[in-house]
Nanobody, 124 residues
Framework: QVQLVESGGGLVQAGGSLRLSCSVT????????ISWFRQSPGKERQFVGG????????FYEDSVKGRFTLARDNAENIVYLQMNSLKPEDTAVYYC?????????????????WGQGTQVTVSS
């Protein structure tokens, strides 16, 4: 099994930055991809970005390209989501999730392990 714990959410003004962390433990050898999703009230869960576990290749949803950056600490098994130039529409609960393959996926229904989520609120 894979366990994930998010941290780093909070309240920030528009234009500000936050860094979210996703600590990954358990059967990490089974992981193909770690992704971040977000969900705000009344909306479906949305793919934000993902990083391939073995190769570090990153993928981003169009609205966050150029503002959000994924990185991985191989030694500590932590995936970071650096969020810059935050906008009020980025307000949501952010979740990290593990995809155990094959390949990569943007479909939240194919991710088998999830963290508890961390709230990000961007004020205007």
């Amino acid at each position: 099994q894979v366990q994930l714990v998010e941290s780093g959410g909070g309240l920030v003004q528009a234009g500000g930055s936050l860094r979210l962390s996703c600590s990954v433990t358990g059967e990490t050898s089974s992981i193909h991809m770690i992704s971040w999703f977000r969900q705000s009230p009344g909306k479906e869960r949305q793919f934000v970005g993902g990083i391939s576990w073995s190769y570090g290749i990153t993928f981003y949803e169009d609205s966050v390209k150029g503002r959000f950056t994924l990185a991985r600490d191989n030694a500590e098994n932590i995936v970071y989501l650096q969020m810059n130039s935050l906008k009020p529409e980025d307000t949501a609960v952010y979740y990290c999730a593990a995809f155990q393959g094959p390949g990569n996926s943007y479909n939240d229904k194919e991710f088998g392990a999830w963290g508890q989520g961390t709230q990000v609120t961007v004020s205007s």
